[in-house]
């Protein structure tokens, strides 16, 4: 369950420029059917779980610069999935921070690496990159946020009326709510579920 609650580093406060709702996992990560053995890396499931993590505790601040420093280790063009994975948790930190310049960035860097991600993590990480990039743009490109809204509801059809109800938030057009989802994972032949869910600030913010 989440509750609402106000926007903001660790849950304090509201967000300084317009991040109208968080985009929060609601579950630890799903590795999948072989447990991560066919991730691209060992670095790559523990930097997800501690993005995870951060995320569902609300602690923006501490987890920013650890991302950071993943990805400043790894040099210049690197495109590991550690690295994916650290831009993309980045990315929403900054996003539920407020800094909507800085998260959509990160996000769009990450968009391209995630295709080399097998069926069920690719699945869970890509549904919340979109989310975040639909959120990250509603302010001020509309049309922008719209076409990731499409895309991501054909990733997810069964949860195409909770994604235009989150779009409709973080435009300012939806009052207070909380929205949860659950996510079948696109791979067949597995029962394992990743579940999501976005807070709606109880507060109003001004987007952009």
Request: hydrophobic share 40%; aromatic share 2%.
């Amino acid at each position: 369950m989440v509750d609402c609650g106000q926007g903001g580093s660790n849950g304090q406060g509201q967000n300084q420029q317009g991040a109208a709702i968080e985009v929060l996992p609601a579950s630890s990560f799903d590795p999948g059917p072989n447990g991560g053995a066919d991730l691209p890396e060992p670095t790559f499931l523990i930097v997800v779980r501690e993005c995870y993590a951060a995320l569902r505790a609300r602690s923006f601040d501490a987890l920013a610069p650890k991302m950071t420093a993943i990805i400043e280790s790894a040099g210049a063009g690197a495109d590991s999935g550690a690295v994916v994975a650290a831009r993309l948790c980045r990315g929403l930190a900054s996003l539920n921070d407020g800094a909507l310049a800085e998260a959509a960035r990160d996000l769009d860097t990450a968009e391209g690496g995630l295709g080399a991600l097998p069926g069920d993590p690719k699945h869970q990480l890509e549904l919340l990159l979109l989310r975040g990039q639909m959120v990250a743009s509603a302010g001020q490109r509309l049309g922008e946020a719209s076409a990731y809204l499409g895309r991501a509801a054909a990733l997810a059809p069964g949860q195409a009326a909770q994604l235009e109800q989150e779009l409709a938030a973080a435009s300012g057009a939806s009052p207070t709510t909380t929205v949860p989802s659950t996510t079948s994972p696109a791979t067949t032949g597995t029962s394992a579920t990743s579940t999501t869910a976005t807070t709606v600030p109880a507060t109003s913010v001004t987007n952009g």
